[in-house]
């Protein structure tokens, strides 16, 4: 069993930045492959980045390529989200996401999930 928890998230302006940190319980984190996802009023949840349980491979959607950067510290428990240059269409619920196994771009594939963290990049 793992728990998420999810903080770091808040109001920004157009071209600022924001880092999201996920905090795990349990002593198995670093078995767990990682992914962050967002949710846009009125719109599906979506993928925006995983990475592997050793940090070795990264994966992002195209929308956040060079902009955002996952990170995580096994010692720690923790995975962060890195996002610079934010847009009004970053504005998001983002969720963290856990997963025994490879990294995912499918949320079907996650076995738990944080609460989420509400990001608002003003115009």
């Known amino acids: 069993q793992v728990q998420l928890v999810e903080s770091g998230g808040g109001l920004v302006q157009a071209g600022g930045s924001l880092r999201l940190s996920c905090a795990a319980s349990?002593?198995?984190?670093?078995?767990?492959?990682m992914g962050w996802f967002r949710q846009a009023p009125g719109k599906e949840r979506e993928f925006v980045a995983a990475i592997s349980w050793s940090g070795g491979t990264t994966y992002y959607t195209d929308s956040v390529k060079g902009r955002f950067a996952i990170s995580r510290d096994n010692a720690k428990n923790t995975v962060h989200l890195q996002m610079n240059s934010l847009k009004p269409e970053d504005t998001a619920v983002y969720y963290c996401a856990a997963r025994q196994g490879g990294w995912s771009t499918s949320q079907s594939r996650y076995d738990y999930w944080g609460q989420g963290t509400q990001v608002t990049v003003s115009s």
């Open positions: 349990g002593r198995t984190f670093s078995t767990y492959s």
